[in-house]
């Protein structure tokens, strides 16, 4: 498309209207239609490329505004997503994985009043019957952290470090393997912060699976 005639359409069409559009598609057509992240790391999963609009879109109406049309989508691709890692992780290790969302601490989940991969993880939940075991508490953000949007990749690990601890008494996690939710891969701290506290409980694998990159 001409860059005048996206910018015209950017300024006719308002960013709830082309949403809009996105929801009102078959998942399967959404799916076909949206760019994919060139992402490629063994044993992590991201579905769509960042850098276009219409993945924005919906993943800050999934993150900021918690719309639940755009929450259902986004779950519906990340079931088909989880059913792809879990597979590989089923096939080489014998067993189905457990899926964690990236936790918020509780001073950042008050300020928002949920967390959107927590949401995005109970929507997954309910798309397979319950058939997909999902923990919710036993990975847990200790510790507020500074917001990562303007940090050097050096920073954001400097960060996140030692921020996340697992409370797992009952030693659920054990030698499981793990598939860990996060809406966006960027540097990928995060995941790692998150892997290694989980490592350190003694999970035996852990994957992650994001919406986009």
Known sequence: MLPLLQKLLDILVP??????????LEPALAYRLLPKS????RGILALFDYQNKMVRLL???????????ARRL???????????????????EGSTPIL???????????????????????????????QIQVEYNLLQKIRNTDR???????????????????????G?????NIIL???IHTTGSTFLEARRALLAAYAHSVSGLFLAH
């Open 38 to 41: 060139n992402l490629n790391q």
């Open 59 to 69: 993943v800050r109406a999934v993150k900021f505004k918690n719309n639940p049309q």
């Open 148 to 170: 990562q949007v303007h940090l050097t990749k050096e920073e954001r690990i400097k960060n996140l470090k030692n921020c996340m601890q697992v409370f797992d008494p009952e």
């Open 15 to 24: 960013e709830e209207g082309r949403l809009g559009k996105l929801l009102s």
């Open 74 to 92: 986004a779950a519906d691709f990340l079931y088909e997503g989880f059913v792809d890692l879990a597979s590989d992780t089923s096939l080489f």
């Open 100 to 130: 964690i969302p990236v936790p918020m601490s509780k001073g950042e989940k008050k300020s928002r009043g949920y967390n959107q991969c927590e949401e995005l993880a109970r929507e997954i939940q309910k798309i397979s019957g319950d």
């Open 181 to 183: 939710l996060d809406d």
């Open 172 to 176: 659920i996690l054990k030698n499981k």
